[in-house]
Nanobody, 120 residues
């Protein structure tokens, strides 16, 4: 069973920074994609950034240049460094890991979420 545990959320003023962490445990296929998603009140969940086990990254346009995703494969941990935060970044941030779909069974796991609140 795969588990994801997020940490690092909190309250920060606009322009400030936060660093989110996602620790993964369990039987995780080595070739996977990890990602951060967020959901603001009244809005749909959206992709913030993703990173493959090989290190390829993808960012939402709204966070490009401000957020940086990274991972430590040896520790099965993913990070999201968030700088120049804006009130519109306020949301619950979810960690996600997925793999498979072609040769092996598709697996997707979500964390419980961590709240990020940016005050103006």
């Amino acid at each position: 069973q795969v588990q994801l545990v997020e940490s690092g959320g909190g309250l920060v003023q606009a322009g400030g920074s936060l660093r989110l962490s996602c620790a993964a445990s369990g039987n995780i296929f080595s070739l996977n994609t990890m990602g951060w998603y967020r959901q603001a009140p009244g809005k749909e969940r959206e992709l913030v950034a993703s990173i493959t086990s090989g290190g390829s990254t993808n960012y939402a346009n709204s966070v490009k240049g401000r957020f940086t995703i990274s991972r430590d494969n040896a520790k099965n941990t993913m990070y999201l460094q968030m700088n120049s935060l804006k009130p519109e970044d306020t949301a619950v941030y979810y960690c996600n890991v997925k793999w498979g779909g072609l040769v092996i069974k598709y697996v997707e796991v979500w964390g419980q979420g961590t709240l990020v609140t940016v005050s103006s």
